[in-house]
């Protein structure tokens, strides 16, 4: 409207392929459409306008934090778009969805929590942060302690041998 564009209509600057599989985040601006499959997460800058779109036959595992979403396709985590979420009629998420204006045609599936936050930053970014580094830092604590346990097991013979001679 007014000559200006929406973020959807600017050129897409990258491009996940329907034989493509990205392991690992992906952190982009500008437009990013994925047509493939990505394992990791997928951000982008909270204050640009930049762009997801992912077709129906693409897919995330793992969490989406962009400004604007256009889903057709799977979303195996949270969803956090501090501008606008438009679930298209094969859409799927599974997992929560925090917007700030959100679009959704018929057919289109959520399991989980919808999370509106007006001002477009609210509990969103925060609440998928916290839930990421929860995760990691209870596993890393509970190898961290297998580990410091077997080493001060094994080193308490040896300091008891040591100062015995």
Do not use: W
Not at 18 to 30: E, K, Q
Not at 62 to 78: A, E, M, N, S
Request: hydrophobic letters at 40%.
């Amino acid at each position: 409207m007014f000559g200006r564009k929406s973020p959807m209509e600017s050129r897409i600057e990258t491009l996940i392929g329907p034989n493509s599989t990205v392991l690992g985040d992906l952190a982009f601006s500008g437009r990013c459409h994925v047509d493939g499959l990505v394992k990791g997460n997928v951000s982008a800058d909270p204050d640009s306008q930049s762009a997801l779109s992912i077709a129906e036959d693409g897919s995330v595992e793992g969490g989406v934090t962009v400004p604007f979403v256009v889903l057709q396709g799977i979303v195996r985590g949270d969803v956090v778009a501090c501008q606008r979420v438009e679930l298209g009629p094969t859409a799927r998420v599974i997992g929560n969805v925090y917007y700030n204006l959100i679009e959704m045609a018929i057919g289109a599936e959520i399991n989980g929590k919808l999370v509106h936050n007006p001002d477009g930053r609210g509990g969103g970014p925060g609440v998928a942060e916290r839930r990421e580094s929860r995760g990691p830092a209870r596993l890393e604590s509970a190898e961290s302690r297998a580990a410091e346990g077997g080493a001060a097991s094994s080193a308490e013979p040896a300091a008891a041998a040591a100062s015995g001679s």
